[in-house]
């Protein structure tokens, strides 16, 4: 959150750029500043008991009050001085030296009452509600840095027969790692020796440990529960899951959501005004009132100066967004920006990817039809075919013939059609292997099936061999997932899909699905996605949910992209705007919830924080406010406004 404000002549710059640069400083040292609270209230104790025992002048009082007001507040003098040098006047700092300087001046006028114990007090205030935000935004940061805490600072890698422990940082791809129970994976990799159960709570913020065997890839940050296992590692340190998760983390605080900048926009103009404001209001009755006396109207233009810093705005707005980035992402939802959460909030329509995001995405050969050949040979010659895909598809035949590679059969000139199929060489045969549109671009005529699921058909030299039908099921959770966004406000939940119109009927009719587009390419999945936002108005938003692997294009597309099931996906890490990193659809309206909410919040500081101020400020015209309202309409709204917006942290 520090450096929300980093480019903005904005009432809070110094001070936010003040601590992006010693954040980490602050937090290793937050005794100092009790410390320095509790000196200066002290001080202020005893300075007010001597004055009270002794008769002393004005200046003798000053002289008496100074230690404690200095203790307090050198270090906004300090920044102040610093703004004017650097030509960045309008700061919080500057309103509160020009309050308390001008608070310690009146009782050296005539009628004056001296001031001294409220300038102080103002000074002490202030350092508490600074004391207050960073301890915030410490807990944000330690709530992300909790997600960070995932990364192990040690790794045992196998080489030449010898365990060494190295950083791993140290580790090139390729080597080989050993990972014991109760360890943590610190590298992305593959399994190649051992089974387990890994714990992926730290990436997922899902409590059930998930099985792991040979040829699993498992991903940095995932504790290792019960085997001994090797991991042939395919990731650098620094471009692991964990890295990336973290990175992300970081930069979502510089992407600022339309209320930060409006905030940010707004105290850059309302700083002078106010000041100006409070010159008039110290200058301007005395000329033209009987009876008014320049001590009485400077005395409101200071009160009327402390009451309008707009600290608890400038601070608990960008806070409210931190933490609710940080919220989900405890949850195993990591948003990119705050500008996605006001997006989420918005959310009008929902487009979900059907394969790997609403249904397992773990295909199974149903059955097997055969056309002049025997079934075995078919799956032999599609498992062949569908050898170095990635599709889901290709994944399933070549698990229903899992020896396709040994036997020796020549295959060459792969072309692959997205949307389509594969067609390939087979010892001198052309074998095609695809859906309903690649037979009929082959002109190949094919039987319909009566079964429910995905048909794969396949072609040797033109001429029809047979289909296999392979099935999906749907997730469990994906019914309830639907139901929970209308519930949301959610207008309407789209599926898309490349898959058969059946097919995708029958999995829409089961998850309660509003709308299905079936047999789409991914050009017309982005195609859908483009009609349907012409159709919004400029305040709503659709979001597309895809598993990332062949849906780049459409969450790239989509007002907020959210990819699942991301554990390990870099393209959909990369793309998306929202990751949730386990195959939970579950976590899509929670992520919309979470935005709802962490917006409210931003909303009822924004309404409380210039409710107080416009009382105080009314009060203070008519001289019925006395400087503690004044410093409870900054520092208290602050303090309240930042407790409020740490409730965002804790999803529902």
């Known amino acids: 959150m520090s450096n929300h404000c980093h480019h903005h002549t904005c009432s809070c710059h110094h001070h936010e750029h003040h601590s992006h640069s010693h954040s980490h400083a602050r937090e290793a040292h937050p005794r100092a500043r009790i410390v320095k609270l509790l000196l ?41 001085l610093v703004g004017i040098a650097h030509g960045d006047v309008w700061d919080e700092h500057f309103l509160m030296s020009v309050a308390t300087l001008g608070a310690l001046a009146i009782g050296f006028m005539p009628e004056g009452e001296p001031e001294f114990v409220e300038a102080v007090c103002v000074m002490l205030f202030f350092q508490l509600g600074e004391m207050f935000e960073e301890y915030a935004e410490g807990q944000s940061r330690r709530s992300i840095s909790h997600l960070l805490a995932i990364r192990p600072d040690v790794a045992h890698v196998r080489r030449n027969d010898v365990l060494e422990s190295v950083a791993p940082e140290e580790i090139a791809l390729g080597e080989t790692i050993i990972v ?29 440990p998930r099985s792991a065997h040979v040829a699993d890839s498992v991903a940095a940050g995932c504790v290792n529960l019960t085997g001994v296992i090797a991991v042939r590692t395919t990731h650098l340190a620094s471009e692991s899951t964990t890295a990336r998760m973290l990175r ?21 103009i309302y700083t002078p005004i106010v000041v100006f404001a409070a010159i008039a209001v110290a200058t301007l009755p005395p000329l033209f009132l009987p009876d008014a006396t320049f001590t009485t109207w400077l005395h409101r233009a200071l009160i009327f100066l402390v009451v309008s810093c707009p600290c608890a705005l400038v601070i608990s707005v960008p806070l409210t967004f931190f933490a609710g980035i ?18 989420l909030a918005q959310t009008h329509i929902v487009c979900f990817d059907k ?19 025997s079934a075995d040979q078919l799956l032999h010659l599609a498992a062949h075919v569908e050898r170095h895909s990635t599709h889901p598809l290709a994944a399933a035949l070549r698990e229903a013939f899992p020896n396709e590679s040994t036997d020796g059969c020549q295959v060459s000139e792969i072309i692959e059609t997205s949307g389509n199929g594969i067609t390939a060489t087979v010892n001198d045969q052309r074998v095609s292997v695809g ?23 396949v072609a040797i030299d033109g001429k029809y061999a047979g289909h296999i039908v392979v099935g999906d099921e749907l997730k469990p959770s994906s019914a309830q997932a639907v139901s929970n966004l209308h519930h949301l406000g959610v207008q309407h939940v789209a599926m898309l899909t490349g898959d058969l119109s059946a097919t995708a009927a029958a999995i829409a009719r089961k998850a309660n699905i509003d709308k299905y587009q079936a047999e789409l390419s991914p050009e017309e999945k982005v195609a859908y996605i483009d009609q349907q936002i ?25 007002h907020v992209g959210i990819a699942m099931g991301a554990l390990g996906s870099d393209a959909a890490i990369e793309t998306a705007d929202v ?8 976590k899509v309206p929670l992520a919309i919830s979470t935005s709802q909410r962490t917006i409210a919040i931003a909303r009822q500081n924004i309404a409380f924080a210039i409710g107080i101020k416009v009382l105080v400020l009314l009060l203070a015209t008519f001289g019925l406010a006395t400087m503690w309202m004044a410093v409870f309409a900054d520092v208290g709204t602050t303090v309240l406004a930042v407790l409020n917006a740490m409730r965002a942290y804790h999803t529902t």
Do not use: W
């Open 534 to 558: 012409q159709k919004l108005n400029p305040s709503q938003t659709l979001a597309f949910v895809g598993d990332g692997i062949n849906d780049t294009p459409a969450l790239a597309r989509a």
């Open 40 to 80: 200066s209230a002290l001080a202020l104790i005893a300075a007010y008991l001597f004055t009270r025992a002794y008769p002393l002048t004005t200046t003798q009082q000053l002289l008496v009050y100074l230690p404690a007001y200095l203790i307090a507040g050198y270090e906004t003098l300090l920044k102040a």
């Open 435 to 457: 859906n309903d549109k690649m037979m009929n671009k082959l002109g190949v005529s094919f039987k319909p099936c009566h079964l429910e699921g995905t048909i794969v058909h």
């Open 579 to 586: 990751v949730v990193m386990d195959d939970n659809p579950l």
């Open 355 to 373: 394969t790997g995001t609403l249904t397992k995405g773990k295909f199974t050969v149903v059955a097997v039809h055969p056309d002049k050949l």
């Open 180 to 208: 014991k129970p109760g360890e943590r994976v610190p590298l992305d990799g593959i399994i190649t020796e051992g089974t387990t159960s890994l714990d992926t709570s730290a990436l997922t913020g899902e409590s059930m």
């Open 326 to 343: 940080g919220g989900a992402s405890r949850k195993g939802i990591l948003i990119k920006g705050a500008t996605y959460i006001d997006a």
């Open 248 to 268: 992300i983390v970081e930069q979502s605080a510089e992407k600022k959501s339309r209320r930060e900048t409006f905030i940010s926009r707004f105290a850059r």
